[in-house]
């Protein structure tokens, strides 16, 4: 393989710049006509972190993940093992992933996994768990016998791990699956209960999909309704919307608690966007019996009973329909 010139690159991305105005964008030199190896194109990657615009960096990434797929996975995997700069280990970290999904092996991970737990720098923590991203992280780290999953690095010291945790498995949950994997679904609960940082847990709750998940975690998700931290109940309460149908019963009557129970308005807002979530039409009798609880949210419950008097099928629908009529 042989290293392509900037301006392929940038055509390689779909940009059709003109050579003049490519130019412009990125003034980095152009990559050496050299062999294609891991090395060399790390080395590649090494310039345009330093020096490239956003085009060439997005190029060089998206050049060695397509590159990985036929290279030696032990010269990728001691890329990894050996790499020092939190930015390049993300990248030839992906790349190693990209690898092991596409080959399906995913015992060449395990790198990751352990940089992910044992690094002494949080950065480089990070960087590895972010280079996990786009893959079947959840799959893989079961197939690599749990040595180390969500739950704990949604607890590690450093807030950068535990975000770009969090991150994986929401992207992961809705861009490879799309809310229809169960495993993915309850390990974001599992983590969500696990981690001592609110902010982690309101994103997995709030952002993962509920749709596939089993009794067990909507019990876990009900129990984070009584959660010390506000944005937490919230996202719990508004997880419950999404539950399964035979969890719909059990959702809907902690949700009604939540609401005459809980004073805040945040939370007191999900809980009912959740009942008009779970009943959608049929809920009207059940949202006019809150009405009075607390007058403040009075306006929330009409707007709701106005957007269904329209029968509207789609929950996306009426969720634009309420938001219309709350403006």
Known sequence: MRRATLRAALLALGLGLTPGLALAQDAAPRPRQTACTVEGMLEDVRLALKEGSPAYRRYVRFRLKEAAIAMSPERLSNAVIEERDPAVLEVVGSALATKASNAQTPELIQPLLSRAVQDAEPGLRAAAVKALRGAPSVEFMAQNGDVVTYEQLVRDSSPEVRRAGAENLVSESAEIYFGHHKPVSEAAVKAATATKDPEVAARLLGEVSMEAVGHEAVMDVTRQLRADD???????????GGVPGPEAAGAR???????RGDTDPAVRKAALESLARLGQSSARPLLESLRGVDARMDPEIDAWLGAM??????????????????K
């Open 230 to 240: 506000v944005g937490v109940r919230a996202a719990a309460a508004r997880a419950l």
């Open 253 to 259: 009557r902690a949700l009604v608690e939540l609401y």
């Open 309 to 326: 008097q329209y029968n509207l099928q789609e929950w996306e629908l009426l969720l634009r329909e309420k938001q219309r009529l709350r």
